[in-house]
């Protein structure tokens, strides 16, 4: 898929040294919410420059078939290459890196020096202590660079001390950094205990993983349906394994700080894992430790936790630092949800149908080629036990007509459909019930849990859709003929006409109609997809069905040709204050080629914010290859 470059960078090069007409920006996956003041964060690193600045990284640039440049990140060689060729741009580092060790990401380090200039400040010249500063070295040679800081740094590995000692002395900062072999079982006491001298904090970056199976991945919690890793790593085992975990690695931590107490003013350390955080905070109350704080690094695609300590009670330390949640990140891979077409505003499309599913307010805050912004808010739960909620209705419907079977015999039952079965009051819940379990029904095509959703053709909008009176949701998802209940619905749909707010899904379908009618290549190119012929559904991801969902929602939003909005689109922005149980901000995106859904909380209940994005993540799932 790649196509090398090295010889096409040169003759841009040629052309114009710095900024060549095919000039490509080239980005990392580094979200915003990265530390404020990481530098990476507003300006990501562009590869093309790195490549006309240093010739090994220019080696491993290779551009792609839409013409941007970047690297293989699951190869090693080019993973340290980028390290090197950003510590040295960025921060004039030189550094010598083994292939065999891990090769540390500049981005995700910056972070945690970040949040230790938050707690100690960086007024003052300090002194602090990395624990596994790795063949890298780091921590301390960026602490150092960037702050003056001192460091006494700890290493087990004879291969990590003599690349560390060698990146310490070709940056001149042998009078800085002292690195120290250690044992195994030495952490800070053994550390300290040939020495008197104070420090300002201490931090670490331990191995993750208790055992090798857990460091690949076989006994951890990654989904089968998560993506694989987009980096390679290379750590040798003695850098991701310890035995114990993090929690046994970090805990020792905390029962040495317990015997050093102030000798070291801020005790941190990162955490790798999530579940982690709780039992390190726990083992901490438990130790009567008074002042603890926590926070998250959003790095990219990689969530990692911070957690400090601290003896010294009469500082406000900790204090000043805002708990922001991160936002939660869903990659979104190729054929999630049966959407074929990888773009954002098929994938926009399909989410606006499950929010209004979920009778969720939303209002569009921005709608780009790469970026949707929707803000939500939901009410109540209307996400929560879909299946056993689904399970108890059938149950319940199965016993009524089995009762209610003789009295109903004969009687009329058009039309009852929406005010609910057994002439149950609907309440709106109810209305989502229906909806999700019809759309369930309908679009799931392989799994309870991984839905297809299909656009259909004119005549089967006709017979399968369905808008329910009480939400004016559409039941967007309905397979041709599928059961007399869409049939029914037509009558309903219409109401929904009749008020103008026909939807954008229906107006697809509508236009698709027209094709056929309209132009003979056009039909020709539809009918072969099967969008004329009524008997079979087609897949939203048609680029012809997209690409008319754009063109109308732009001339929506330019206003040349006033077509009626959806019940939702004609909502005006809710007020954000207003009270409710979840207020979130709902964010696709497409950067790297790559497809991501963010939700971040804004007001409400957290864990309703996790719910949904579960939700999501359930429709969108995609079945692990067999
Ligand atoms: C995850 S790596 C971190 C390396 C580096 N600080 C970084 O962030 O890239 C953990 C490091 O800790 C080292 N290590 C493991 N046990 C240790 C111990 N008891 N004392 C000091 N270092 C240790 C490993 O050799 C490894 O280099």
Redesign the pocket.
Known sequence: MYATIKKGLSKKCDKCPVVGKVRQMVTMSLNKYMHPRNKYKTKKPNFQDLAFKYDYFKEMVKETDSGKVTIDFKDPASSRALTRALLENDFGLKITLPLDR?I?AVPQ?INYILWLEDIIGIEKAARGI?????S?C??PLLGCRQNGWEFLA????DQ?VYFANKNIQQNDMTDKIKVVK?E????LMGLLENNEDCYDFCMC????FSDHLEAQGVTNTRSDNRSDASSVST?SE???V?WGGEVRFVSQMIEDSLKLKSRIRVYTSLIGKKTSLPLLKHFLHERQVPKISTTEFCQGRTMRWGIAWTFDETKSLFKEQKNVKPPLVLEIPRGAGGVGDYTVQAFTWVIRKYIEVLQINYYTKHCGKFYTCLIMQAKTNTWSNQRRKRRERARKQSVSEEGEGNRTAGIPVEGNSTSGESGEVKTPADSVEKNMETDDKCTVTSTETDAKIVAHSDNDTEKGSNVSKDSGIEEFATEKGDNDESKKSGQKRSNDENNGTEPAQKRLKKDQGKDCETSEQEKEAVTSDKSCNNSSAITLSRKDVVERFWKEHSENQEGKKKKPLSFYEKLEPFSESEECLLLCKLVLKKEEGEMTLTLTHQAGNKEALHQIMQFFKNKLAVKPKT
């Open positions: 891990l540390p380090r990395d624990i596994g500063t790795g890298s780091i921590y700890s290493e087990v590995d990590n250690v195994e079982d030495t952490l970056n331990p191995p993750f750590a003695a850098e991701s310890a």
